[in-house]
């Protein structure tokens, strides 16, 4: 058993006293136990998280647009994690250092917490300039949101940096800004007054970067809510604006987000640690060892003649783990013992449920699922049979009946490493799990998971078993 591999996921479950999908009262159940997973906050605006690993950013394909020689103006709006970093953090930019793919980079921050514009006029020597003043010195803090802009006029190689602290939408005024540091900075490290170009190049344009072999620059940490690149000054010049407040559900099932300008971002992960990704809501983000625990309750327990459902919805970059990778269970031990639990196959792009009784065991396997898109696994046993939903529809062949007695255990609901299970890693879920309170069919239910669009009300004492939540941190 191994990690989950870069996924992200919320779970819930349900207990029928009926029929399936019966409208019921909520029930919640709480964590007793967040060990090593890590909080990550969301008040009302979506933002890419970046989190200081190489090889992670957005990055759309080299296009006309991004073809910019002349005058540039780049803005955006976002939080850094260390204002007075001892790097240069790659924002934005259009680079590559192998065959002469270099063209330009906004720092922000630079070296100390002075923002910098890096440009190059045959794709292999640099320019740059950089402001007089740091971002600390004007009040901005650690991790708070703020607008930058920098601009480069080609006819003396004049670059200008600006700041504001107002909202995101003001960063589309031209208006409002405030100057950081001396204007017109144009010195010997750059073109020094006279007139100057930027290198077309071929290279992906890259926001939220990451260092390169031979760049300059360092991986950006912080958040990023947009970013405008123009040809000229301008927002009228714009050629790309990307602003994650407008991703919708689509978008997160995909990956990708298209600026409106014709240009499609795609998130691109790699490492081990936690990795870039979009924030929509308040989540906890599982890297290897963490765990979330939800205390045994008589509620989460069932027999082999109940009927009951347990179900994920997750995305997943790495569908064929190296050995089986636990998505959640309410068992001691995935292999043995009681209990019920979800998992990833490992070498194979399916995912499997188990239920149990310790003597008997059945295991319900879904179809394929796609590396990058969001999916929702819900597993139905009706008393006698499994049948696994992927995505709303059945999916796989329904289970041989064979488990005939209790499998009701001790064990905590855990999110993360059980005996015979391997701990998570990369994983996403929500810290509010929301759950539709109606819901009359499986496809209404997978689109509704998705969506977080219905919140239901909180259960009260002694409400029946129904839909049940997971509010975790209480």
């Avoid at 006029?121 to 402001?131: D, Q």
């Avoid at 068992?331 to 499997?352: C, P």
């Amino acid at each position: 058993m191994v990690d989950i591999n870069q996924a992200e996921a919320y779970w819930f479950l349900k207990n029928y006293t009926t029929a399936p999908l019966l409208d019921e009262t909520a029930n919640n159940h709480d964590s007793d136990a967040i060990t090593n997973a890590l909080l990550r906050a969301f008040t009302a605006t979506k933002y890419i998280y970046a989190p200081d690993i190489a090889t992670n950013h957005l990055s759309t394909p080299d296009h006309a647009d991004f073809d910019i020689t002349g005058t540039i103006e780049v803005r955006g709006w976002g939080s850094i994690r260390n204002v007075a970093t001892g790097a240069d953090e790659y924002c934005a930019g259009k680079y590559d250092a192998t065959g002469g793919e270099r063209s330009w980079i906004a720092a922000v921050p630079g070296v100390g917490g002075t923002p910098k514009f890096y440009w190059s006029t045959n794709g292999t020597n640099l320019l740059s300039e950089t402001s007089s003043a740091t971002l600390a010195s004007v009040g901005i803090s650690n991790d708070e949101e703020f607008g930058w802009r920098i601009t480069m006029e080609i006819d003396d190689g004049a670059v200008n940096f600006y700041y504001r602290q107002d909202s995101v939408t003001n960063i589309e005024s031209d208006s409002g800004w405030t100057q950081l540091g001396n204007a017109d900075i144009s010195t010997a490290a750059g073109s020094n007054g006279a007139a100057t170009s930027i290198n077309s190049g071929s290279a992906d344009q890259v926001i939220a970067g990451h260092s390169a072999a031979g760049s300059p620059i360092g991986n950006y940490a912080g958040t990023m809510v947009r970013v405008i690149i123009c040809n000229g000054l301008g927002f009228s010049n714009k050629v790309s604006d990307f602003d994650a407040r407008d991703w919708a559900t689509t978008d997160i099932e995909n990956g990708t987000w298209a600026d409106g300008d014709g240009h499609t971002y795609t998130i691109v992960q790699a490492g081990t640690a936690e990795l870039l990704h979009l924030v929509d809501r308040q989540t906890f983000w599982h890297d290897t060892n963490a765990l979330i625990t939800i205390p045994d309750a008589a509620a989460l327990d069932f027999t082999h003649t109940d009927s009951f459902t347990w179900g994920i919805a997750f995305r997943t970059y790495d569908t064929s783990p190296a050995a089986d990778a636990v998505l959640m269970a309410k068992k001691t031990n995935l292999t043995t013992g009681d209990g019920y639990a979800g998992y990833l196959e490992s070498a194979n792009a399916t995912a499997k449920g188990v239920v149990s009784d310790g003597a008997n065991t059945q295991t319900a396997t879904s179809g394929n699922l796609t590396a990058g898109k969001a999916h929702t696994l819900i597993w139905v046993y009706d008393g006698s049979v499994i049948q696994t939903y992927l995505d709303g529809v059945s999916s796989g062949a329904a289970s041989a009946d064979n488990v005939s007695a209790d499998m009701a255990n001790a064990s905590k609901l855990t999110f993360g490493s059980i005996s015979g299970g391997g701990s998570y890693n990369q994983f996403e879920w929500w810290a509010a799990c929301v759950v539709p309170q109606e819901v009359t069919d499986l496809v209404t239910l997978h689109t509704q998971l998705l969506d977080q669009s219905t919140t239901p009300a909180a259960g009260s004492p002694g409400a029946p078993v129904g839909w049940g939540f997971v509010r975790m941190g209480g």
